[in-house]
């Protein structure tokens, strides 16, 4: 199975910061590489597809980019809803895994 | 809109069986991907058990396989997930997520809320 590092797994951050969450694959996966918000007792949201595409709906602060093995979710001027815990997704092949998730608290 | 509601979770002993459900609303679920994805507390997500459009068989992950069976009620448009053999590793939020394409990706685009399986004697 590829396997996903994710990095860190926890970020304290002020609002109005600008963050940034790195993966990186085990082997080369081109741009299959998505990015989910998850927070506690609500629906998971997919923020970006294929590395760096918003999904319809997501803010612009939200930007991914990336390719190969090394991809980054960034995260501009951080809103109070921002606060969650986010994970890395490759869908390069059928068995399909996800980074350990980074834990986003406020400072 | 598109909806996923599970249903079904709770505590079951070491050995023990569920079965969760999921019902879905605004899309029809034997035209998606469908997977059941799951969080143990504290750690990572993990897919367990999909199936794929049309008539596609199931796929397990080697964690579940054997011990799970994943299927679809085409006339109450729903996915569910039979948990037999549970073992402790297997408490964790589940969640039902509907799988799409677009520009040769594939990606999650709708997640239930999910659903608590707890293992525990």
């Known amino acids: 199975d590829i396997q996903m590092t994710q990095s860190p797994s926890s970020l304290s951050a002020s609002v109005g910061d600008t963050v940034t969450i790195t993966c990186r694959a085990s082997q080369t996966i081109n741009s299959n590489v998505n990015w989910y918000q998850l927070k506690p007792g609500k629906a998971p949201k997919l923020l970006i597809y294929a590395a760096y595409i918003l999904q319809s709906g997501v803010p612009s602060r939200f930007s991914g980019s990336g390719s190969g093995t090394d991809f980054t979710l960034t995260i501009s001027s951080l809103q109070l809803e921002d606060f969650a815990t986010y994970f890395c997704q490759q869908c390069y092949n059928m068995r399909y895994t996800f980074g350990q998730g980074t834990k986003l608290e406020i400072k | 809109q598109v909806q996923l509601v599970e249903s079904g979770g709770g505590l079951d002993k070491p050995g023990g069986s569920l079965r969760l459900s999921c019902a879905a609303s605004?899309?029809?679920?034997?035209?998606?991907?469908m997977t059941w994805i799951r969080q143990a507390p504290g750690k990572g997500l993990e897919e367990v058990a999909h199936?794929?459009?049309?008539?596609?068989?199931?796929n397990y992950a080697d964690s579940v396989k054997g011990r799970f069976t994943i299927s679809r009620d085409n006339a109450k448009n729903s996915l569910n997930l039979q948990l037999n053999s549970l073992r402790a590793e297997d408490a964790a939020v589940y969640y039902c997520?509907?799988?799409?394409?677009?520009?040769?990706?594939?990606?999650?685009?709708?997640w239930g809320q999910g659903t608590l399986v707890t293992v525990s004697s």
């Open positions: 997520v509907r799988g799409n394409y677009r520009y040769s990706m594939h990606f999650f685009d709708y």
């Open positions: 605004g899309f029809i679920v034997s035209e998606y991907y």
């Open positions: 199936i794929n459009s049309g008539s596609s068989s199931p």
